[in-house]
């Protein structure tokens, strides 16, 4: 064991730089990566697994040093009202620079809020969900991060009482520039090398798409591990309920910007462009994937039409403009794909509750880290200002705990980049609104407003540069592209084109608007900013700094240099000598009473007194508390409260007492009554008895008066006929010589509505269940139709371990796994989702049939126990008749063919499965695009080999 080290900073008793760095790398090297500066916590990035992070950790979180786990269960309580400050809406801010480990924490902190929620439902599951989803789409490998966010998150979790109730997701900034450009060693967004990996080789056919190597938007050998994260972000998609035919357009539009990126273009004889030679293949395929016809598509790319008087006038691009246009395409065709994700995200994952009842929430921002690359353009300047308005934020709040003066946390965004008319971002507006300006204008105008500016230099070049000091150091900019960027609009007639295109998607796509605070596009930085500060100022705040502990990314090495930079622009000195001497906590004096105490008769100095706390004042109209004076408070407010839950029990229980002896005693009068009441019914009843049995005995012998009547009155005429024929009476006579039946009552209306449920399960049933299940005219041997619960742990009590069966329930739409335990049988609720997946209620895992479930789980153990489907329970009675009578009208259904009688067994199945899923609209045409790229491509290998034998 090492040294022991302060978990709080902010009680060191030397206070340096020096003492500072020591503690913290005394700990990283014990693999403690947080601690604390009061109630605010630093992560170090570990670059490696940690135990700390397992899900047993958050069971006696109480018991551990500072962790991440730690904020998440402070913010949960703190939206409660548990803690001294009463219920309120919560955030958590994590900041630091790229590659500090920002996401993950998101990812830690998300899955610790839903355990803390301990619902079981299967919206959680759902919202975990998103995080992969979101990171394929939205993430990409740089210099400084191999998983680096290209856009900025908040993540707002709605709550009723303790139980999640959905989420909302709300995105910023997107990278789209990273589509067409990626800067050496960086890649372009991962579900492009995802999509390349893991589509298999007919759905490669179907979407048009080939070999990795080929695409000018992603040149990258394909890696083992892609195949398998292309296989969660699908899960990731069907968890969260997208339909199958959206994830197909969907890849069928990434497709096509792929295929977009590899159109080149050439001069003619009369200067016009063309499409050069090696990528008409590569012009089809796009027209194919996209749902427009080729000829549209190549007039939008190198001609922009505009109408003046009512004439329409066409002017021809020259070769930049017609690549410009291409990859403006492409950069807006993913950002609206990327804002379509989120506002579906939304759409499944809203509460469905009434309007009218109020939700709590916690938000969680993740955005990306403040950014200084050897080029820095447009997207660093849009990031970096939301850095800076993200330390603005944070220096406001811990500032206000203190005396010390706040001009030293004016915000350098307020000043520089915010200001009308002559911020940063305003000149940029208005160069932006006239066409003929370039960016070497849009500097000059910088130089000349900001030339005396403290946090601007000029940069003399003949390339447009300019210089920011921001609070993590100078960042020169190129403002190449600034204002076409920040303009983040294309011709209209493009935006026609693919309005009409076949593919829904695309057409839903570019026919939404933009709003200010919508989801389907990403958002203008200052306008979106502005909405989440309003969010988050609005909230009870909580911080999670994480530091970058070197530039290699390698584990066990701390950089001291670059923790000390880290430390020294994020303010964390100044943040430590303000939690330990500032007043974080300033509640009015009916708010603190009110709150905390409900003691409406109590003074606060009367309350605060009695308490011993210390160090704590007293101003005209509030307290002031240190960071730690709120959880003794909470320390002593659950104290206080189990104290009045031992009064209450104490009084409940001498209350309590007082009725029972009163019950007692009225329970022992009604008694007395009842047994005197008793003897008189019983003796009423014996001599009912005793008349009943007079009257039964004179019935009796007055019968057999009756058969000895017709006995005798039988052998009378037996006599007379002395042949001895038999009469015509004697079967009746028999008949009516027996007593008469008496049939039981029957319960009708109980009997209908058992039947109505059962009809109305069996019609779900039919219409929607038969088609997948069956096989060949059969059902599986483990599904064993409509039985009851009882029915089922019958048919498993003489199994062995592992043996199972699937039913359908009696009175809802779904079916259960019946499993046969060690102890006893267990049952698992199997849903149907609105996309038709299937899900075990509490995995993380959809299915596309019951059969893939079924063989999903004889490899992965269902939670929480692990266990195995081993050996299917077969129907040793026809548990299934009312349903298998379905299969019967699907018989023509499910008969191969005639012209496929002959196809083998592996080719049957691929012809069935593309038969029953959705496709592109234009297939064939891809089809024949990519035949025709291939034989370009064979034709030019020839051509380069004769080259070299001559």
């Given at each position: 064991?090492?040294?022991?080290?302060?978990?709080?900073?902010?009680?060191?008793?030397?206070?340096?730089?020096?003492?500072?760095?020591?503690?913290?790398?005394?700990?990283?090297?014990?693999?403690?990566?947080?601690?604390?500066?009061?109630?605010?916590?630093?992560?170090?990035?570990?670059?490696?697994?940690?135990?700390?992070?397992?899900?047993?950790?958050?069971?006696?979180?109480?018991?551990?040093?500072?962790?991440?786990?730690?904020?998440?269960?402070?913010?949960?309580?703190?939206?409660?009202?548990?803690?001294?400050?009463?219920?309120?809406?919560?955030?958590?801010?994590?900041?630091?620079?790229?590659?500090?480990?920002?996401?993950?924490?998101?990812?830690?902190?998300?899955?610790?809020?839903?355990?803390?929620?301990?619902?079981?439902?299967?919206?959680?599951?759902?919202?975990?969900?998103?995080?992969?989803?979101?990171?394929?789409?939205?993430?990409?490998?740089?210099?400084?991060?191999?998983?680096?966010?290209?856009?900025?998150?908040?993540?707002?979790?709605?709550?009723?009482?303790?139980?999640?109730?959905?989420?909302?997701?709300?995105?910023?900034?997107?990278?789209?520039?990273?589509?067409?450009?990626?800067?050496?060693?960086?890649?372009?967004?991962?579900?492009?090398?995802?999509?390349?990996?893991?589509?298999?080789?007919?759905?490669?056919?179907?979407?048009?798409?080939?070999?990795?190597?080929?695409?000018?938007?992603?040149?990258?050998?394909?890696?083992?591990?892609?195949?398998?994260?292309?296989?969660?972000?699908?899960?990731?998609?069907?968890?969260?309920?997208?339909?199958?035919?959206?994830?197909?357009?969907?890849?069928?539009?990434?497709?096509?910007?792929?295929?977009?990126?590899?159109?080149?273009?050439?001069?003619?004889?009369?200067?016009?462009?063309?499409?050069?030679?090696?990528?008409?293949?590569?012009?089809?395929?796009?027209?194919?994937?996209?749902?427009?016809?080729?000829?549209?598509?190549?007039?939008?790319?190198?001609?922009?039409?505009?109408?003046?008087?009512?004439?329409?006038?066409?002017?021809?691009?020259?070769?930049?403009?017609?690549?410009?246009?291409?990859?403006?395409?492409?950069?807006?065709?993913?950002?609206?794909?990327?804002?379509?994700?989120?506002?579906?995200?939304?759409?499944?994952?809203?509460?469905?509750?009434?309007?009218?009842?109020?939700?709590?929430?916690?938000?969680?921002?993740?955005?990306?880290?403040?950014?200084?690359?050897?080029?820095?353009?447009?997207?660093?300047?849009?990031?970096?200002?939301?850095?800076?308005?993200?330390?603005?934020?944070?220096?406001?709040?811990?500032?206000?705990?203190?005396?010390?003066?706040?001009?030293?946390?004016?915000?350098?965004?307020?000043?520089?980049?915010?200001?009308?008319?002559?911020?940063?971002?305003?000149?940029?507006?208005?160069q932006s609104a006239f066409p003929q300006a370039t960016d070497r204008d849009f500097v000059d105008k910088l130089n000349s407003k900001f030339k005396t500016a403290p946090n601007?230099?000029?940069?003399?070049?003949?390339?447009?540069?300019?210089?920011?000091?921001?609070?993590?150091?100078?960042?020169?900019?190129?403002?190449?592209?600034?204002?076409?960027?920040?303009?983040?609009?294309?011709?209209?007639?493009?935006?026609?084109?693919?309005?009409?295109?076949?593919?829904?998607?695309?057409?839903?796509?570019?026919?939404?608007?933009?709003?200010?605070?919508?989801?389907?596009?990403?958002?203008?930085?200052?306008?979106?900013?502005?909405?989440?500060?309003?969010?988050?100022?609005?909230?009870?705040?909580?911080?999670?700094?994480?530091?970058?502990?070197?530039?290699?990314?390698?584990?066990?090495?701390?950089?001291?240099?670059?923790?000390?930079?880290?430390?020294?622009?994020?303010?964390?000195?100044?943040?430590?000598?303000?939690?330990?001497?500032?007043?974080?906590?300033?509640?009015?004096?009916?708010?603190?009473?009110?709150?905390?105490?409900?003691?409406?008769?109590?003074?606060?100095?009367?309350?605060?007194?009695?308490?011993?706390?210390?160090?704590?004042?007293?101003?005209?109209?509030?307290?002031?508390?240190?960071?730690?004076?709120?959880?003794?408070?909470?320390?002593?407010?659950?104290?206080?409260?189990?104290?009045?839950?031992?009064?209450?029990?104490?009084?409940?229980?001498?209350?309590?007492?007082?009725?029972?002896?009163?019950?007692?005693?009225?329970?022992?009068?009604?008694?007395?009554?009842?047994?005197?009441?008793?003897?008189?019914?019983?003796?009423?009843?014996?001599?009912?008895?005793?008349?009943?049995?007079?009257?039964?005995?004179?019935?009796?012998?007055?019968?057999?008066?009756?058969?000895?009547?017709?006995?005798?009155?039988?052998?009378?005429?037996?006599?007379?006929?002395?042949?001895?024929?038999?009469?015509?009476?004697?079967?009746?006579?028999?008949?009516?010589?027996?007593?008469?039946?008496?049939?039981?009552?029957?319960?009708?209306?109980?009997?209908?509505?058992?039947?109505?449920?059962?009809?109305?399960?069996?019609?779900?049933?039919?219409?929607?269940?038969?088609?997948?299940?069956?096989?060949?005219?059969?059902?599986?041997?483990?599904?064993?139709?409509?039985?009851?619960?009882?029915?089922?742990?019958?048919?498993?009590?003489?199994?062995?371990?592992?043996?199972?069966?699937?039913?359908?329930?009696?009175?809802?739409?779904?079916?259960?796994?019946?499993?046969?335990?060690?102890?006893?049988?267990?049952?698992?609720?199997?849903?149907?989702?609105?996309?038709?997946?299937?899900?075990?209620?509490?995995?993380?895992?959809?299915?596309?049939?019951?059969?893939?479930?079924?063989?999903?789980?004889?490899?992965?153990?269902?939670?929480?126990?692990?266990?195995?489907l081993a050996l299917p329970c077969g129907q040793v009675r026809p548990d299934y008749e009312e349903l298998k009578d379905f299969t019967s009208s699907l018989s023509s259904a499910?008969?191969?063919?005639?012209?496929?009688?002959?196809?083998?067994?592996?080719?049957?199945?691929?012809?069935?499965?593309?038969?029953?899923?959705?496709?592109?609209?234009?297939?064939?045409?891809?089809?024949?695009?990519?035949?025709?790229?291939?034989?370009?491509?064979?034709?030019?290998?020839?051509?380069?080999?004769?080259?070299?034998?001559?």
């Amino acid at each position: 064991m090492g040294e022991k080290l302060p978990e709080d900073l902010a009680s060191l008793s030397e206070l340096d730089e020096k003492s500072l760095l020591e503690v913290l790398t005394g700990r990283f090297t014990q693999n403690l990566i947080y601690t604390y500066i009061g109630d605010i916590l630093v992560a170090i990035n570990p670059f490696k697994y940690l135990s700390i992070y397992e899900k047993e950790v958050s069971v006696s979180l109480k018991s551990l040093p500072p962790h991440i786990f730690a904020v998440a269960d402070r913010a949960y309580q703190s939206m409660l009202g548990r803690l001294a400050t009463g219920p309120k809406n919560q955030c958590i801010v994590i900041s630091g620079e790229s590659g500090a480990g920002k996401t993950e924490s998101t990812k830690l902190l998300l899955r610790h809020i839903m355990e803390l929620c301990k619902a079981n439902s299967q919206l959680e599951q759902q919202i975990l969900q998103v995080n992969p989803l979101l990171e394929a789409f939205g993430n990409a490998q740089t210099v400084m991060n191999d998983n680096s966010s290209r856009f900025g998150k908040y993540i707002q979790l709605r709550f009723q009482n303790s139980s999640v109730k959905g989420a909302k997701i709300n995105e910023y900034l997107l990278e789209k520039s990273r589509v067409v450009h990626q800067d050496e060693g960086e890649q372009n967004f991962h579900i492009f090398y995802f999509m390349l990996a893991g589509i298999s080789t007919e759905d490669k056919e179907i979407y048009g798409l080939l070999d990795p190597t080929r695409y000018r938007f992603g040149k990258e050998d394909v890696v083992h591990a892609w195949r398998l994260k292309y296989a969660e972000v699908c899960n990731a998609m069907d968890m969260v309920g997208f339909e199958e035919q959206e994830k197909v357009d969907m890849m069928t539009i990434l497709a096509g910007i792929l295929s977009l990126g590899n159109i080149a273009f050439e001069t003619t004889d009369s200067d016009a462009l063309k499409v050069s030679e090696a990528s008409r293949g590569w012009l089809k395929a796009t027209a194919g994937q996209f749902g427009v016809q080729e000829e549209d598509l190549l007039k939008s790319l190198t001609c922009t039409t505009s109408v003046t008087r009512g004439e329409a006038i066409q002017r021809l691009h020259n070769q930049q403009q017609a690549e410009d246009a291409r990859d403006s395409i492409a950069k807006v065709a993913y950002g609206r794909v990327f804002g379509w994700i989120v506002s579906k995200i939304n759409e499944l994952l809203a509460p469905k509750v009434d309007c009218d009842v109020e939700l709590s929430e916690i938000g969680i921002l993740d955005i990306f880290g403040f950014e200084n690359f050897a080029v820095n353009r447009f997207e660093q300047l849009c990031i970096n200002l939301a850095n800076e308005q993200l330390q603005y934020f944070f220096n406001h709040l811990v500032s206000m705990e203190n005396s010390f003066t706040h001009a030293r946390f004016v915000p350098l965004f307020q000043d520089l980049f915010l200001t009308k008319p002559i911020g940063i971002l305003s000149l940029l507006d208005e160069q932006s609104a006239f066409p003929q300006a370039t960016d070497r204008d849009f500097v000059d105008k910088l130089n000349s407003k900001f030339k005396t500016a403290p946090n601007f230099e000029v940069v003399r070049n003949h390339t447009p540069l300019f210089t920011i000091v921001h609070y993590a150091g100078k960042v020169q900019y190129n403002a190449s592209g600034f204002l076409e960027k920040n303009r983040d609009t294309i011709p209209a007639n493009i935006r026609e084109l693919f309005i009409n295109s076949v593919t829904p998607l695309l057409s839903v796509l570019f026919a939404a608007t933009i709003s200010r605070t919508g989801t389907l596009m990403p958002r203008k930085a200052k306008h979106s900013l502005a909405v989440l500060m309003e969010k988050m100022f609005a909230a009870g705040p909580h911080f999670v700094r994480c530091i970058k502990p070197n530039r290699s990314k390698q584990p066990d090495q701390l950089d001291s240099k670059l923790v000390m930079d880290q430390l020294r622009y994020n303010g964390l000195m100044e943040t430590i000598r303000i939690r330990r001497d500032g007043f974080s906590w300033r509640p009015k004096f009916r708010e603190f009473v009110e709150r905390s105490f409900g003691l409406f008769s109590f003074s606060c100095m009367s309350i605060l007194n009695s308490t011993q706390l210390s160090g704590w004042k007293c101003g005209s109209s509030r307290l002031f508390f240190k960071y730690w004076h709120q959880e003794e408070l909470s320390r002593l407010l659950e104290r206080l409260g189990r104290a009045a839950l031992v009064i209450q029990k104490n009084y409940r229980a001498r209350v309590c007492r007082r009725r029972y002896l009163s019950l007692l005693e009225e329970i022992r009068r009604q008694r007395q009554a009842q047994r005197e009441r008793e003897e008189r019914e019983e003796e009423e009843r014996r001599r009912q008895q005793l008349e009943d049995e007079r009257k039964r005995r004179l019935e009796l012998e007055q019968e057999n008066r009756r058969k000895n009547l017709i006995a005798l009155t039988l052998s009378l005429i037996r006599f007379l006929f002395f042949c001895g024929q038999a009469t015509p009476f004697d079967n009746e006579l028999n008949v009516h010589l027996d007593a008469p039946l008496m049939l039981q009552p029957i319960d009708e209306e109980r009997m209908k509505e058992k039947h109505l449920k059962k009809t109305n399960t069996i019609r779900w049933f039919k219409e929607t269940q038969v088609r997948k299940l069956t096989r060949d005219g059969g059902f599986p041997c483990w599904f064993h139709g409509m039985i009851t619960r009882r029915q089922a742990e019958d048919l498993l009590i003489d199994k062995p371990l592992g043996c199972f069966l699937l039913r359908v329930g009696q009175s809802r739409e779904g079916y259960t796994l019946t499993y046969r335990g060690a102890d006893r049988c267990r049952h698992y609720m199997v849903e149907m989702q609105s996309n038709g997946k299937y899900v075990i209620l509490g995995e993380d895992r959809a299915h596309s049939s019951l059969t893939d479930l079924v063989q999903y789980h004889t490899q992965v153990g269902i939670k929480p126990f692990m266990e195995l489907l081993a050996l299917p329970c077969g129907q040793v009675r026809p548990d299934y008749e009312e349903l298998k009578d379905f299969t019967s009208s699907l018989s023509s259904a499910v008969e191969r063919p005639a012209e496929d009688q002959d196809m083998d067994t592996g080719s049957h199945k691929v012809h069935l499965e593309m038969q029953s899923r959705p496709f592109p609209r234009l297939y064939p045409s891809i089809r024949l695009a990519m035949r025709e790229i291939q034989q370009i491509q064979q034709v030019q290998t020839h051509t380069h080999r004769d080259t070299d034998i001559s």
